[in-house]
């Protein structure tokens, strides 16, 4: 019998990656979790599945966060390494409003955090010669959305790490791709305006994003069945490009 999967999911502490820790932990995954707080919900799956799952507290943005969680992940086990790099940070407003400030703290999580774990992930996944990692995107880094131009411009940053990192490492059995789901209603999606979510949507061919649909798919980037997906982006927003107008 093959040894446990071990799972890193950042942003854990509710919304889809919540659900993706759920989801992985049902499965019988070892879990890596990392968020800056501990919700009650979260609580309640770290104390059902103590002995599966370790919580690392901290700042994606930090690197010595991402340091912690490849130290936990490398203890949890011989198994598989998977990253689902989840966390994210909207802070929206227009163009001319957006400070320096505000634009970097966006780019901070969403982009160099996804990138500093990366950086730590890799060696542990160079030593098993085998790795995986999905990097949550968005609709907003291909379409753009009015009123988020840090997020919208660091999502879009992930697809050039996804592909540089699946050319670098691909002689050590490391994959990556980036999954862009549509307007979710939980997390950050989930704060987006019922007007502009109806408009959104009406450009869709399957005008109904569903969270469960988007932990699947990531779910299943997570294992060896995903391997022949590598250096790619999935969009998952029911083809919002081929709706009416």
């Given at each position: 019998m093959s040894a446990a999967r071990t799972v890193v999911i950042t942003g854990a502490s509710g919304g889809l990656g919540l659900e993706l820790a759920r989801w992985c932990a049902d499965r019988g995954d070892r879990l890596v979790l990392n968020s800056r707080t501990v919700s009650?919900?979260?609580?309640?799956?770290?104390?059902?599945?103590?002995?599966?799952?370790?919580?690392?507290?901290?700042?994606?943005?930090?690197?010595?966060?991402?340091?912690?969680?490849?130290?936990?992940?490398?203890?949890?086990?011989?198994g598989d390494l998977a990253v689902i790099s989840n966390a994210g940070l909207s802070d929206d407003s227009l163009t001319v409003s957006t400070s320096a400030e505000r634009w970097n703290r966006t780019l901070a999580v969403n982009l160099t955090g996804a990138f500093l774990l990366t950086k730590h992930m890799l060696r542990p996944m160079m030593r098993r010669r085998y790795g995986r990692f999905a990097y949550v995107g968005s609709i907003a880094a291909t379409h753009g959305n009015p009123g988020q131009v840090a997020y919208s411009a660091s999502k879009a940053g992930l697809h050039g790490l996804t592909m540089t990192v699946a050319q670098e490492y691909a002689r050590y059995g490391v994959r990556t791709v980036t999954v862009e789901p549509g307007p979710l209603p939980v997390g950050i999606g989930s704060r987006m305006g019922a007007q502009g979510r109806a408009k959104l949507l009406a450009?869709?061919?399957?005008?109904?994003?569903?969270?469960?649909s988007t932990v699947a798919v990531l779910g299943f980037l997570t294992t060896r069945q995903a391997d022949y997906l590598n250096a790619t982006t999935i969009e998952l927003n029911g083809g919002i490009r081929y709706g009416a107008t």
């Open positions: 009650s919900e979260l609580a309640a799956l770290l104390e059902r599945d103590r002995d599966r799952i370790c919580h690392v507290a901290g700042d994606i943005a930090a690197e010595e966060t991402s340091q912690r969680i490849a130290q936990a992940a490398g203890a949890a086990g011989s450009h869709s061919l399957q005008p109904h994003v569903e969270t469960e």
